[in-house]
């Protein structure tokens, strides 16, 4: 039953309302293809750019444990997937519990009697409140212990985006870099070889080429992210770190006498003191490998079973929270085909939400066996939306079908898991920023970010910072942000600091 429906959520997604996919985006949006890519980095000429050249050479750039921030991942689904009403619930100005009209949560997937107005339709086991069937908080419930879920708090962001594009500038990773964020290996990973490490775009402003993220869906990807050669092979890690610092003290007395730059005499000196760091403490690859760890699998109290790493969606994630949440890199995008799946069925997108919110836990519950905290961040371009017929199958358990897209019922989703105590709200309403008109729309004029994709993500790396106690520093990390100042901006922060 289980091989089943993973067999179901990877069928093909052929639906009336869209012309046949001809672009690589349409095949991805409709789970025809997934994600590929190679690994990239920077190149020499770049780390010669004068300034950045001068910053690395005073450091040499040695990172240590994710530069102190706290882990940040983005879940990036792409096609357009449900987020508000029938997942977690929305409501208007009052917050998740002002109810919408009944027809307005028809609209968002729920029928009259599962709309949150009914008994026992409300979950808030996440603090944020959840439909009680949602399908992503099964999943999230499936991966996680019901300790690690009383120490999750969340917001959502009501907030309408393009439908089926890859041009929605969702991806807040290079905010997140900019503020801080960043790995003892590398500074952003993503399961996609792309400038955002997913599908929707990054925000032009906060782009900085220098630190791309590098493509990780596996573990031969996270291991492969470093390469001590021959020497460990041949000498134990300890040897190869005693001949690495003593070739390291040699060639600095040849540098002392080249007659070069400053700058590139550090840059080489440096060279050699990166590399032998890099032997002592990653001789052995094997401490980035997620199959090697215990707690993600081959014991049985693990995460995930030999058979769920055979799937890419489990692979993906086990590699990238690996290497996040252990420092190894700074934050990271997994990105998820398939989620355009209006196909005039419920049941499609039921069984495609449920392994989605499985992703999500297991990195929640990874990051509580490791003791560190984690924000999540799912969005998806655009949404859809029903049109009251329903879905009477077992997996549509009575729900309405998804007849279209509809860019209006579109919003993001913040978690955050503090390994001390659930993280607390800037005020009570805060699971909520923005709202929806009772029709089940997002208001458009509620707040900044909530017709504007480059604002939304903005105020990600405000939640951010505020985590940190440092959105005194926004307007340095984003000199031309546009969430305004005073209570504009403290309209858009929803998380007390934890760190």
Known sequence: MRNQKLREADRPLRHEGHKKPVTRRDFLARGLIAGAGIVASPTLLGLLNAREASAQALDCGIAVGGAGLIPFIGFDLAGGANIAGSNVLVGGPGGQMDFLDDDGYMKLGL????????????NTELGIAFHADSAILAGI????????????????????????TGNNPHNPIYGINKAGANGDLVALIGSRNSDSGGRSAAPLDMIDPTVRPTKVDSSRDAKGLVDTGKLVELLDSQDAESVMRTVERLSELKVQKLSE?????????C?????????ARYGNPDLLDPNRDLDIVGAGNS???SAELNDSRF?????????????FAGAGTIENGGYDYHDSTRATGEIRDFLAGQMMGAT????????????LYLFSDGSVASNGVLDNSADGRGKGIWKGDNSSTAASLILVYDPNARPGLTRAEAHQIGYFRPSGSVETSATRVANNVPLLAESVVLNYMALHNDVGRFAQVLPNHGLGAGADLDSLVAFQPIR
């Open 303 to 305: 995460i995930f079973t």
């Open 271 to 279: 060279g050699y003191v990166q590399t032998s760091d890099l032997v």
């Open 261 to 269: 730059d400053v700058i590139v005499r550090d840059l080489i000196r």
């Open 111 to 122: 029928p009259s009697d599962m709309t949150p107005r009914q008994p026992g339709q409300i």
């Open 141 to 164: 419930q499936s991966k996680t212990s019901a300790v690690t879920r009383s120490r999750i708090n969340g917001t959502l962001l009501c907030a309408r985006s393009d439908n089926d």
């Open 364 to 375: 929640l519950e990874f990051a509580a066996r490791r003791g560190q905290p984690l924000m």
């Open 315 to 327: 692979r993906k994630t086990a590699a990238v929270m690996k290497l996040v949440i252990e420092g």
